[in-house]
């Protein structure tokens, strides 16, 4: 009997020994600094979530993020880097859906999502709008459709051709019944200036990015391409209030390179959502890019990314023939 509850002893002991040293593996990360590679030029919407996540990131773990920007290729210079980085939790990506979704659908790349352990969403930028440059004399979402209408292709739309933006002109040329010339711009910091400097009439980008420009009349905002308006928009009107069912949100992914230990992985996911949580950061997201809180936990990134890919999937012929 004692020999039993002896050994009895002895097996929890070591059952609660083995437990904690578990514990203490999954609450390791993170030891050093994360690299956060992000597939995009500063100053843009994509950078600033990064950005923002970073600080938090600091305050929660007490270790810092380094952010690495590269905007080439589309974005696919970051990807491809991160797709073939070691595993070992050090190397971040933070990309939005265009750079994970649209440039596979593109063929710009020939993989996809699923060649990398996904996180979560960190955001949803909510705070989309098409714009239009002041020397376009574009002032209304009708008036835009009204000269695209009576001249195809004379209004000129600023894009990454075979990015995520490229698919949103295509897709609202569409449903709107007009025809775009799209020209290649590059990234969001680059389409800013090239509305500014008059050599694009309109673009898709994010109100953060053309705030100041709007308020000084050099810039104005002809819709929001939200299912419901943004409060933090203010008046501004969605495309389905003007007469086009025209919706197309843009998610924040954070993952990791293939094989990354799925402790690492849940573990900057808890974080994340922590981040969320914090009123401090809501506040960041709003004053910088008018973007509500947004968080998916790994299971429910995968499944709307699965669910997006499979709408874009939709106007691959399109896109690759517009590239």
Known sequence: MKKALCASLVTAFVSLTAISALAAEETKWPTRPVQVIVPASAGGDTDFNARTMAKYFNQITGKSMVITNMGGGGGSVATSQVKEAEPNGNTILFAHVGQLVVNEVSGLIDYGYDAFDVSCIAGVDKGAVFVSGKASGIDTLDALIQKAKAKPNSVIYGTELGGFSH?????????????????????????????????IDMSAVSYGAVQDYVKTSDMTILAQPNEEPNPLLGDVKTFKEQGIDFVVDKPYVIAFPKGTDPAIVKKMADIMKQITEMPAYAKDLEQGFKQPVSYYNTEEAIARLKETRETFMQYKDLLQQNK
């Open 167 to 199: 698919l949103q002109g295509l897709i609202f040329q569409k449903l709107a019944g007009i025809e775009l010339k799209m020209v290649d711009t590059g990234s969001a910091a680059e389409k800013v200036t090239s509305l500014l400097g008059g050599r």
